[in-house]
């Protein structure tokens, strides 16, 4: 599998350090990202799965671990709304590039306001979808939030 993805060049691009992780993806899996961090042996809590959410109707991205579930009002009142939503699969897929599964907070098609669990900041390294299902990217929550121009909010139940 190549490694090469627009989550990767973005990272690169940026001087942010980076191991890239392969792991066999199974979509049949309940929940993906614990299936994710047993099959490359990190702690759920370390794995971060990236969420696309849309706010008062405006998409945004949160980043959260693995193990965890967001607090949909906490989301919402984290990036200054009334009312946060998933946001539909086609929709995040065609907002992103990237298919779901491998939807990374890193190189997206169209950048969104992105924020992270403040809890996952704790974290020496974190894994983080590198743009394609079955690659994760290893990297420092400091340099991911750096890269991002983004922040640390508790948005997690």
């Not at 996952?120 to 939030?145: E, Q, S």
């Amino acid at each position: 599998m190549s490694t090469g993805t627009p989550a990767t060049q973005f990272l690169r691009r940026a001087g942010v350090a980076f191991r890239p992780v392969e792991y066999r993806y199974d979509p049949g899996s309940e929940r993906v990202a614990l299936q994710a961090a047993e099959a490359v042996g990190l702690p759920p809590g370390q794995l971060l799965k990236t969420l696309m959410i849309e706010v008062d109707g405006r998409p945004a991205c949160a980043v959260v671990p693995g193990d965890r579930s967001l607090s949909m009002k906490r989301v919402a009142a984290a990036f200054g709304g009334k009312a946060a939503a998933m946001m539909p699969a086609d929709k995040a897929e065609r907002l992103t590039g990237y298919r779901t599964g491998g939807i990374s907070p890193f190189g997206q098609r169209r950048p969104v306001p992105t924020l992270f669990e403040a809890g996952a900041m704790d974290c020496a390294d974190v894994a983080i979808n590198g743009g394609k299902r079955g690659l994760l990217l290893l990297l420092a929550p400091g340099d991911a939030l750096a890269a991002l121009g983004a922040q640390a909010a508790p948005l997690c139940a």
